[in-house]
Protein backbone atom coordinates (compact mmCIF):
# COMPACT_ATOMS: atom_id res chain seq x y z
CA UNK A 1 0.00 0.00 0.00
CA UNK A 2 2.77 2.23 0.68
CA UNK A 3 4.52 2.48 -2.59
CA UNK A 4 0.90 3.09 -4.02
CA UNK A 5 0.62 5.91 -2.02
CA UNK A 6 3.95 7.20 -2.38
CA UNK A 7 3.59 7.17 -6.15
CA UNK A 8 0.31 8.88 -5.71
CA UNK A 9 2.37 11.26 -3.81
CA UNK A 10 5.17 11.92 -5.81
CA UNK A 11 2.12 12.58 -8.82
CA UNK A 12 0.20 15.48 -6.52
CA UNK A 13 3.31 17.31 -5.47
CA UNK A 14 4.85 16.84 -8.74
CA UNK A 15 8.56 16.60 -7.30
CA UNK A 16 10.38 13.37 -6.40
CA UNK A 17 12.05 14.84 -4.08
CA UNK A 18 10.80 12.44 -1.54
CA UNK A 19 12.94 9.35 -3.29
CA UNK A 20 16.05 11.62 -3.99
CA UNK A 21 16.42 13.20 -0.82
CA UNK A 22 15.98 9.71 0.98
CA UNK A 23 17.66 7.41 -1.01
CA UNK A 24 14.79 5.62 -2.19
CA UNK A 25 15.35 3.59 -5.63
CA UNK A 26 13.53 1.69 -8.03
CA UNK A 27 14.40 -1.62 -5.52
CA UNK A 28 11.51 -0.49 -2.61
CA UNK A 29 9.13 -0.62 -5.56
CA UNK A 30 8.48 -4.30 -6.40
CA UNK A 31 4.75 -4.38 -7.44
CA UNK A 32 5.10 -0.82 -9.25
CA UNK A 33 9.06 -1.00 -10.58
CA UNK A 34 7.64 0.16 -14.27
CA UNK A 35 5.39 2.83 -12.91
CA UNK A 36 8.65 3.52 -11.21
CA UNK A 37 10.78 3.63 -14.07
CA UNK A 38 7.95 5.87 -16.29
CA UNK A 39 8.56 8.72 -13.67
CA UNK A 40 12.04 9.03 -13.48
CA UNK A 41 12.54 8.97 -17.18
CA UNK A 42 9.54 11.68 -17.73
CA UNK A 43 11.52 13.66 -15.15
CA UNK A 44 14.76 13.61 -16.81
CA UNK A 45 13.53 14.12 -20.12
CA UNK A 46 10.93 17.08 -19.52
CA UNK A 47 11.67 18.20 -16.42
CA UNK A 48 8.54 17.83 -14.17
CA UNK A 49 6.67 14.80 -12.93
CA UNK A 50 4.20 13.69 -15.71
CA UNK A 51 0.77 14.93 -14.00
CA UNK A 52 -1.76 12.13 -13.07
CA UNK A 53 -3.74 11.84 -16.98
CA UNK A 54 -0.64 10.84 -18.25
CA UNK A 55 0.22 8.65 -15.95
CA UNK A 56 -3.14 6.98 -15.49
CA UNK A 57 -3.09 7.10 -19.78
CA UNK A 58 -0.10 5.26 -19.96
CA UNK A 59 -0.79 2.94 -16.83
CA UNK A 60 -4.80 2.26 -16.87
CA UNK A 61 -5.36 0.16 -13.72
CA UNK A 62 -3.20 2.62 -11.67
CA UNK A 63 -5.07 3.68 -8.65
CA UNK A 64 -5.30 7.45 -8.04
CA UNK A 65 -6.13 8.37 -4.26
CA UNK A 66 -5.41 11.06 -1.97
CA UNK A 67 -2.71 10.75 0.14
CA UNK A 68 -2.92 12.49 3.66
CA UNK A 69 -0.11 10.93 5.56
CA UNK A 70 3.68 12.77 6.52
CA UNK A 71 6.10 12.58 4.28
CA UNK A 72 8.79 10.99 7.23
CA UNK A 73 5.85 8.36 7.65
CA UNK A 74 5.89 6.89 3.70
CA UNK A 75 9.71 7.51 3.86
CA UNK A 76 10.05 5.50 7.23
CA UNK A 77 7.09 2.80 6.05
CA UNK A 78 8.64 2.24 2.82
CA UNK A 79 12.37 1.70 4.61
CA UNK A 80 10.42 -0.91 7.08
CA UNK A 81 8.74 -3.07 4.29
CA UNK A 82 11.64 -2.51 1.84
CA UNK A 83 14.18 -4.13 4.91
CA UNK A 84 11.69 -6.81 5.59
CA UNK A 85 11.16 -8.35 1.94
CA UNK A 86 15.73 -8.47 2.09
CA UNK A 87 15.47 -9.97 5.58
CA UNK A 88 12.85 -12.85 5.14
CA UNK A 89 14.50 -15.14 2.16
CA UNK A 90 18.02 -14.63 4.50
CA UNK A 91 15.96 -16.11 7.41
CA UNK A 92 14.47 -18.65 5.89
CA UNK A 93 17.58 -19.52 4.08
CA UNK A 94 19.56 -19.48 7.82
CA UNK A 95 16.34 -21.75 9.17
CA UNK A 96 17.06 -24.25 6.85
CA UNK A 97 21.45 -24.18 7.27
CA UNK A 98 20.39 -24.69 11.49
CA UNK A 99 18.78 -27.69 10.60
CA UNK A 100 21.95 -29.22 9.40
CA UNK A 101 24.88 -27.58 10.95
CA UNK A 102 25.05 -24.80 13.04
CA UNK A 103 28.37 -23.11 12.53
CA UNK A 104 27.31 -22.89 8.98
CA UNK A 105 23.91 -21.25 9.49
CA UNK A 106 26.21 -18.28 11.80
CA UNK A 107 28.72 -17.60 9.05
CA UNK A 108 26.01 -17.23 6.59
CA UNK A 109 23.84 -14.81 9.08
CA UNK A 110 27.01 -12.93 9.64
CA UNK A 111 27.91 -12.16 6.24
CA UNK A 112 24.58 -11.56 5.00
CA UNK A 113 23.53 -8.85 8.10
CA UNK A 114 26.08 -6.51 6.68
CA UNK A 115 23.03 -6.04 3.68
CA UNK A 116 20.31 -6.03 5.82
CA UNK A 117 21.66 -2.23 7.62
CA UNK A 118 18.78 -0.10 7.57
CA UNK A 119 18.62 2.63 5.09
CA UNK A 120 18.26 5.52 7.32
CA UNK A 121 19.43 9.02 6.35
CA UNK A 122 18.95 12.14 8.85
CA UNK A 123 18.17 15.25 7.25
CA UNK A 124 19.94 17.99 8.78
CA UNK A 125 19.71 21.74 7.81
CA UNK A 126 23.17 23.73 7.56
CA UNK A 127 22.31 26.61 9.78
CA UNK A 128 25.66 28.45 9.44
CA UNK A 129 25.24 28.46 5.57
CA UNK A 130 20.82 28.22 4.94
CA UNK A 131 19.41 31.55 4.83
CA UNK A 132 15.91 30.36 5.43
CA UNK A 133 15.54 32.43 8.81
CA UNK A 134 16.03 35.15 7.54
CA UNK A 135 13.38 35.52 5.30
CA UNK A 136 11.05 34.24 8.29
CA UNK A 137 12.06 36.94 10.27
CA UNK A 138 11.53 39.25 7.43
CA UNK A 139 8.27 38.12 6.56
CA UNK A 140 6.95 37.80 10.15
CA UNK A 141 7.93 41.35 10.32
CA UNK A 142 6.04 42.70 7.56
CA UNK A 143 2.83 40.41 7.93
CA UNK A 144 2.63 39.35 12.02
CA UNK A 145 -1.06 38.72 11.86
CA UNK A 146 0.32 35.49 9.20
CA UNK A 147 2.33 34.12 11.85
CA UNK A 148 0.61 34.77 14.92
CA UNK A 149 -2.79 34.94 16.50
CA UNK A 150 -4.09 36.77 19.53
CA UNK A 151 -5.50 35.06 22.14
CA UNK A 152 -8.39 37.23 22.89
CA UNK A 153 -6.61 38.51 26.17
CA UNK A 154 -4.57 41.80 24.66
CA UNK A 155 -2.81 41.45 27.99
CA UNK A 156 -1.36 37.43 27.47
CA UNK A 157 -0.33 38.31 24.53
CA UNK A 158 1.90 40.86 25.69
CA UNK A 159 3.57 38.14 27.31
CA UNK A 160 3.40 35.13 24.97
CA UNK A 161 2.58 36.76 21.64
CA UNK A 162 -0.29 35.26 20.72
CA UNK A 163 -0.63 31.60 19.08
CA UNK A 164 2.63 31.08 16.55
CA UNK A 165 0.52 29.60 13.12
CA UNK A 166 3.43 26.38 13.41
CA UNK A 167 5.30 24.56 15.88
CA UNK A 168 2.78 25.35 18.36
CA UNK A 169 1.04 22.99 20.76
CA UNK A 170 -0.84 25.23 23.42
CA UNK A 171 -2.00 23.24 26.32
CA UNK A 172 -4.72 25.39 28.74
CA UNK A 173 -5.27 22.96 31.99
CA UNK A 174 -7.27 23.35 35.20
CA UNK A 175 -8.83 21.53 37.57
CA UNK A 176 -12.52 20.35 36.33
CA UNK A 177 -15.17 22.93 36.46
CA UNK A 178 -12.65 25.53 36.04
CA UNK A 179 -13.67 27.07 32.94
CA UNK A 180 -11.29 25.48 30.56
CA UNK A 181 -13.72 25.03 28.08
CA UNK A 182 -14.96 28.61 28.16
CA UNK A 183 -11.71 30.36 27.91
CA UNK A 184 -10.95 27.99 24.76
CA UNK A 185 -14.23 28.75 23.18
CA UNK A 186 -13.70 32.61 24.22
CA UNK A 187 -10.00 32.40 22.01
CA UNK A 188 -11.12 30.49 19.36
CA UNK A 189 -14.53 33.17 19.15
CA UNK A 190 -11.42 35.90 18.63
CA UNK A 191 -9.46 34.04 16.35
CA UNK A 192 -12.89 33.41 14.39
CA UNK A 193 -13.71 37.15 15.10
CA UNK A 194 -10.45 38.55 13.47
CA UNK A 195 -11.40 36.13 10.01
CA UNK A 196 -9.46 32.83 10.68
CA UNK A 197 -11.49 29.50 9.93
CA UNK A 198 -11.65 27.93 13.39
CA UNK A 199 -12.14 23.77 14.18
CA UNK A 200 -13.26 22.80 17.73
CA UNK A 201 -13.63 19.79 18.54
CA UNK A 202 -15.89 18.50 21.66
CA UNK A 203 -15.87 15.44 23.13
CA UNK A 204 -18.56 16.83 26.01
CA UNK A 205 -20.95 19.44 24.32
CA UNK A 206 -23.12 19.42 21.21
CA UNK A 207 -22.08 22.07 18.56
CA UNK A 208 -25.48 24.08 20.01
CA UNK A 209 -23.81 24.16 23.62
CA UNK A 210 -20.49 25.17 22.02
CA UNK A 211 -22.56 27.60 19.81
CA UNK A 212 -24.28 29.16 23.06
CA UNK A 213 -21.26 30.27 24.72
CA UNK A 214 -19.71 31.56 21.47
CA UNK A 215 -22.82 33.89 20.67
CA UNK A 216 -22.20 35.08 24.79
CA UNK A 217 -18.62 35.68 24.27
CA UNK A 218 -19.18 37.37 20.73
CA UNK A 219 -22.27 39.10 21.84
CA UNK A 220 -22.88 39.10 25.58
CA UNK A 221 -26.10 37.50 25.22
CA UNK A 222 -27.10 35.56 28.57
CA UNK A 223 -25.82 32.16 28.21
CA UNK A 224 -28.25 31.29 30.56
CA UNK A 225 -31.27 33.00 28.99
CA UNK A 226 -29.70 31.00 26.11
CA UNK A 227 -29.71 27.83 27.41
CA UNK A 228 -32.63 27.76 29.44
CA UNK A 229 -34.78 29.65 25.91
CA UNK A 230 -35.78 32.59 28.59
CA UNK A 231 -37.20 35.21 26.49
CA UNK A 232 -37.29 37.88 28.91
CA UNK A 233 -33.80 38.82 28.51
CA UNK A 234 -33.13 37.70 24.82
CA UNK A 235 -35.98 38.42 22.34
CA UNK A 236 -35.96 35.83 19.26
CA UNK A 237 -36.27 38.69 16.80
CA UNK A 238 -33.19 40.19 18.12
CA UNK A 239 -31.69 36.39 18.08
CA UNK A 240 -32.69 36.15 14.77
CA UNK A 241 -31.06 39.53 13.40
CA UNK A 242 -27.91 38.59 15.35
CA UNK A 243 -27.92 35.03 13.08
CA UNK A 244 -28.34 36.70 10.38
CA UNK A 245 -25.76 38.77 10.46
CA UNK A 246 -23.38 36.53 11.89
CA UNK A 247 -23.99 34.28 8.27
CA UNK A 248 -22.71 37.28 6.15
CA UNK A 249 -18.97 36.09 7.57
CA UNK A 250 -17.68 34.22 5.10
CA UNK A 251 -14.93 32.26 7.48
CA UNK A 252 -15.76 28.96 9.43
CA UNK A 253 -16.13 28.15 12.63
CA UNK A 254 -16.66 24.87 12.69
CA UNK A 255 -17.99 22.37 15.35
CA UNK A 256 -17.41 18.53 15.83
CA UNK A 257 -18.50 16.01 17.79
CA UNK A 258 -16.87 12.57 18.45
CA UNK A 259 -19.37 11.27 16.02
CA UNK A 260 -18.17 12.87 13.33
CA UNK A 261 -15.22 11.32 13.40
CA UNK A 262 -16.67 7.81 13.56
CA UNK A 263 -16.62 7.86 17.59
CA UNK A 264 -12.66 7.71 17.14
CA UNK A 265 -10.67 11.48 17.17
CA UNK A 266 -7.30 10.58 15.82
CA UNK A 267 -4.39 12.79 14.55
CA UNK A 268 -4.84 11.48 10.83
CA UNK A 269 -8.43 12.25 10.76
CA UNK A 270 -7.81 15.17 12.12
CA UNK A 271 -5.10 16.09 9.55
CA UNK A 272 -8.10 15.71 6.90
CA UNK A 273 -10.14 17.67 8.90
CA UNK A 274 -8.02 20.66 8.99
CA UNK A 275 -7.17 20.40 5.32
CA UNK A 276 -10.58 20.01 3.47
CA UNK A 277 -12.01 22.91 5.68
CA UNK A 278 -8.58 24.99 5.13
CA UNK A 279 -8.33 25.13 9.54
CA UNK A 280 -6.24 28.23 10.49
CA UNK A 281 -6.31 27.02 14.19
CA UNK A 282 -7.80 23.94 15.71
CA UNK A 283 -8.98 23.34 19.06
CA UNK A 284 -9.61 20.15 21.13
CA UNK A 285 -11.67 20.13 23.75
CA UNK A 286 -10.52 17.24 25.90
CA UNK A 287 -6.79 15.47 24.76
CA UNK A 288 -7.54 11.90 26.99
CA UNK A 289 -10.86 11.37 24.33
CA UNK A 290 -8.38 11.13 21.79
CA UNK A 291 -7.23 7.75 20.25
CA UNK A 292 -3.50 6.89 19.99
CA UNK A 293 -2.58 5.80 16.75
CA UNK A 294 0.77 4.66 18.09
CA UNK A 295 -0.60 2.44 20.52
CA UNK A 296 0.57 -1.00 21.54
CA UNK A 297 -0.34 -3.36 24.06
CA UNK A 298 0.80 -3.06 27.12
CA UNK A 299 1.34 0.70 26.89
CA UNK A 300 -0.20 2.75 29.34
CA UNK A 301 -2.36 6.03 29.69
CA UNK A 302 0.96 8.31 30.32
CA UNK A 303 2.18 6.62 27.27
CA UNK A 304 -0.45 7.14 24.96
CA UNK A 305 -1.19 10.59 25.54
CA UNK A 306 2.42 11.47 25.54
CA UNK A 307 2.58 9.76 22.03
CA UNK A 308 -0.86 11.96 21.02
CA UNK A 309 0.80 15.22 22.30
CA UNK A 310 3.87 14.75 19.86
CA UNK A 311 1.93 13.71 17.51
CA UNK A 312 -0.19 16.76 17.34
CA UNK A 313 3.01 19.01 17.90
CA UNK A 314 4.05 17.44 14.71
CA UNK A 315 0.83 17.94 13.34
CA UNK A 316 1.38 21.65 13.91
CA UNK A 317 4.45 22.21 12.34
CA UNK A 318 3.32 20.42 8.89
CA UNK A 319 -0.01 22.29 8.94
CA UNK A 320 1.30 25.33 9.87
CA UNK A 321 -1.26 25.96 12.00
CA UNK A 322 -1.22 26.34 16.09
CA UNK A 323 -3.14 23.48 18.13
CA UNK A 324 -4.66 23.73 21.49
CA UNK A 325 -5.92 21.34 23.53
CA UNK A 326 -8.05 21.40 27.08
CA UNK A 327 -6.24 19.16 29.65
CA UNK A 328 -7.46 18.41 33.67
CA UNK A 329 -5.30 18.52 36.33
CA UNK A 330 -4.83 15.80 39.06
CA UNK A 331 -6.44 15.88 42.80
CA UNK A 332 -3.13 17.35 44.13
CA UNK A 333 -3.49 20.60 41.67
CA UNK A 334 -4.65 23.40 44.30
CA UNK A 335 -7.69 22.43 47.07
CA UNK A 336 -7.24 25.34 48.84
CA UNK A 337 -10.13 27.54 47.95
CA UNK A 338 -8.59 30.59 49.52
CA UNK A 339 -5.32 30.51 47.48
CA UNK A 340 -4.67 32.25 44.20
CA UNK A 341 -2.11 29.98 43.25
CA UNK A 342 -3.20 27.82 39.77
CA UNK A 343 -1.97 24.26 39.52
CA UNK A 344 1.53 23.03 38.85
CA UNK A 345 2.74 21.26 35.19
CA UNK A 346 3.81 18.45 37.65
CA UNK A 347 -0.38 17.97 38.26
CA UNK A 348 -0.94 17.50 34.90
CA UNK A 349 -3.35 14.62 34.62
CA UNK A 350 -1.61 11.27 33.31
CA UNK A 351 1.05 12.61 31.62
CA UNK A 352 4.35 14.89 31.81
CA UNK A 353 4.38 14.19 28.07
CA UNK A 354 1.88 16.65 27.96
CA UNK A 355 3.56 19.76 29.13
CA UNK A 356 6.74 18.12 27.66
CA UNK A 357 6.07 18.17 24.12
CA UNK A 358 3.69 21.43 24.80
CA UNK A 359 5.21 24.86 23.65
CA UNK A 360 2.81 27.08 26.43
CA UNK A 361 1.09 26.01 29.13
CA UNK A 362 -1.36 28.35 30.83
CA UNK A 363 -2.80 26.94 33.89
CA UNK A 364 -6.29 28.50 35.39
CA UNK A 365 -8.03 29.02 38.39
CA UNK A 366 -11.60 30.52 39.77
CA UNK A 367 -12.00 32.21 42.87
CA UNK A 368 -15.09 33.58 43.57
CA UNK A 369 -15.66 36.15 40.97
CA UNK A 370 -12.08 35.77 39.60
CA UNK A 371 -10.36 34.42 37.25
CA UNK A 372 -6.50 34.03 37.50
CA UNK A 373 -4.42 32.78 34.27
CA UNK A 374 -0.99 31.39 34.68
CA UNK A 375 2.03 31.14 32.43
CA UNK A 376 3.45 28.10 33.28
CA UNK A 377 5.55 27.27 30.14
CA UNK A 378 6.27 29.47 27.44
CA UNK A 379 9.01 28.11 25.35
CA UNK A 380 10.39 31.51 23.20
CA UNK A 381 9.64 33.52 26.37
CA UNK A 382 9.02 34.04 30.15
CA UNK A 383 7.10 32.63 32.47
CA UNK A 384 5.67 32.83 35.79
CA UNK A 385 3.27 35.66 34.72
CA UNK A 386 -0.02 35.46 36.51
CA UNK A 387 -3.28 37.35 35.04
CA UNK A 388 -6.41 38.28 37.06
CA UNK A 389 -9.69 38.93 35.59
CA UNK A 390 -12.90 40.07 36.63
CA UNK A 391 -15.10 37.59 34.79
CA UNK A 392 -18.99 37.66 34.19
CA UNK A 393 -19.57 33.87 33.03
CA UNK A 394 -23.51 34.56 32.04
CA UNK A 395 -22.25 37.97 30.31
CA UNK A 396 -19.25 36.63 28.74
CA UNK A 397 -16.86 39.75 30.05
CA UNK A 398 -13.61 39.80 31.70
CA UNK A 399 -12.17 42.59 32.93
CA UNK A 400 -8.75 42.71 33.48
CA UNK A 401 -7.30 44.07 36.99
CA UNK A 402 -3.42 44.89 36.42
CA UNK A 403 -1.02 43.44 39.52
CA UNK A 404 2.75 43.37 40.05
CA UNK A 405 2.40 39.49 39.16
CA UNK A 406 1.81 40.35 35.44
CA UNK A 407 4.78 41.91 32.93
CA UNK A 408 2.67 43.45 30.56
CA UNK A 409 3.94 47.26 29.64
CA UNK A 410 3.57 49.84 32.30
CA UNK A 411 1.62 51.94 29.74
CA UNK A 412 -1.42 49.16 29.57
CA UNK A 413 -1.40 49.09 33.28
CA UNK A 414 -1.72 52.72 33.71
CA UNK A 415 -4.45 53.00 31.01
CA UNK A 416 -6.03 49.97 33.07
CA UNK A 417 -5.76 51.39 36.06
CA UNK A 418 -7.27 54.82 34.74
CA UNK A 419 -10.51 52.94 33.50
CA UNK A 420 -11.08 51.23 36.54
CA UNK A 421 -11.80 55.00 38.63
CA UNK A 422 -13.72 56.15 35.82
CA UNK A 423 -16.01 52.76 35.98
CA UNK A 424 -15.93 53.17 40.20
CA UNK A 425 -16.67 56.80 39.59
CA UNK A 426 -19.89 56.17 36.95
CA UNK A 427 -21.53 53.42 39.68
CA UNK A 428 -20.96 55.99 42.71
CA UNK A 429 -23.27 58.41 40.53
CA UNK A 430 -25.66 55.72 40.15
CA UNK A 431 -28.82 56.63 42.15
CA UNK A 432 -30.12 53.68 44.22
Same mark, same amino acid.
Given at each position: ????? @????? +? ?8 ? =? ?15 ? $? ?5 ? !? ?12 ? $?????? @? ?16 ? /???? #??? %? ?5 ? /? /? ?6 ? #??? +? ?19 ? !? ?27 ? @? *? ?10 ? *? $? ?27 ? &? ?14 ? !???? &???? +? ?6 ? *? &?? =? ?8 ? &? ?6 ? %? ?24 ? *? ?22 ? +???? #? ?41 ? =? ?33 ? /????? =? ?7 ? @? ?31
Amino acid at each position: MVQLQ @ILNYI +LSTKSISILV =DNGITKDYFTEYPDEYD $FILEHND !NYKQVPDMETFVGK $FPDFEP @IEVTESERYLVDTIREEH /LYSQ #SVP %VIKKAAE /L /LKGDANEA #SRY +LQSELVNLTPNYTTPAVDIIK !NRNRVDIFRDKAEHKDEWFIPTGFPELDD @I *IFGWQCGEEFGV *I $FARTGQGKSWILVKMMQHAWQIGKNVGYV &SPEMSADKIGYRFDTL !NHNF &SNKS +LVRGDQND *I &SL =DDYNKYMDEL &SEHKNKFL %VSTPMDFNKQITVSKLRVYAKVNKLD *ILAIDGITYMTDERYKRGDNKTTT +LTNI #SEDLFALSSELKIPILVVVQSNREGVQDKESSDTPALESIRDS =DGISHNATKVISLRQKQESLIMEVKKNRDGTIGDK /LTYLW =DIDKGEFQW @IPSDSDSAPRERKDERKTEIKKEYKEKKKVVF
